[in-house]
């Protein structure tokens, strides 16, 4: 079974500055990805960032970029320069590598405020 | 088109009505998901269709009847709610069952059972 735990219910932020968020998991499986979810006040939920458990060289999008240490399971996000527009849930998530139905586990969700 | 359209956005109904909601991307994709969302906790997977038939069923109650009319369309029917049904329905979909995670969500019917 997976499971995916983020211990920061709720994180701040002042605009223009870096945030790292953390994600730990726990996975019986060797190949597996990751992926951290934002879900802005307008509900949509949108894919952020993913990272495949077998390349070593952390995934990166613009001002989102992750910190993936597969020995100690964790998968953290860090935004940079943050903007309020950054402001949403962000979930963290895994799924197996070989996994019929695209099946994800998601974490319980941080909450990111940005201060202006 | 990269989006996901769900009708309606708001349903209040009461415990004995039938209302239905619906679900509808032109991305070409051949999976769509339904989840249920309650306030700060994280999606709960429902039910998944893949080619228009349903591959997963989460052991969702039977008052929640879902219906894939065709590879476009995604429909749930809602019949004898209860209040705790009460959530944020999410629609998503992607390019294949099996297709790494990368899931397009609609943003959601905020359904209230009286």
């Given at each position: 079974a997976q499971t995916v735990t983020q211990s920061q219910p709720e994180m701040s932020v002042q605009e223009a500055e870096t945030v790292t968020l953390s994600c730990t998991y726990d996975t019986s499986e060797s190949d597996y990805y990751l992926f951290w979810y934002k879900q802005p006040p307008s509900r949509q939920m949108i894919l952020v960032i993913r990272q495949e458990a077998y390349k070593q060289q952390n995934a990166t999008e613009n001002r989102f970029s992750v910190n993936f240490q597969k020995a100690a399971k964790s998968f953290s996000l860090k935004i940079s320069?943050?903007?309020?527009?950054?402001?949403a849930m962000y979930f963290c998530a895994q799924r197996p590598f070989?996994?019929?139905?695209n099946m994800l586990t998601f974490g319980g969700g941080t909450r990111l405020m940005v201060k202006p | 088109d990269t989006e996901v359209t769900q009708t309606p956005k708001h349903l209040v109904m009461g415990m004995t009505n039938k209302k239905s909601l619906k679900c509808e991307q032109h991305?070409?994709?051949r999976a769509m998901y339904w989840y249920k969302q309650k306030a700060k906790k994280p999606p709960e997977l429902m039910f998944v269709y893949s080619y228009e038939k349903l591959?997963?069923?989460?052991?969702?109650?039977?008052?929640f009847s879902p219906e894939c009319p065709n590879s476009s369309l995604l429909n749930l029917h809602l019949h004898a709610?209860?209040?705790?049904?009460?959530a944020l329905y999410l629609c998503a979909s992607s390019?294949?069952?099996?297709?790494?995670?990368e899931l397009f969500f609609g943003e959601g019917s905020r359904l209230t059972v009286l």
């Open positions: 320069d943050s903007q309020l527009g950054d402001a070989n996994n019929a139905g | 991305m070409g994709h591959s997963i069923n989460e052991s969702v109650p039977s008052r709610l209860q209040p705790e049904d009460s390019h294949s069952f099996d297709r790494a995670g």
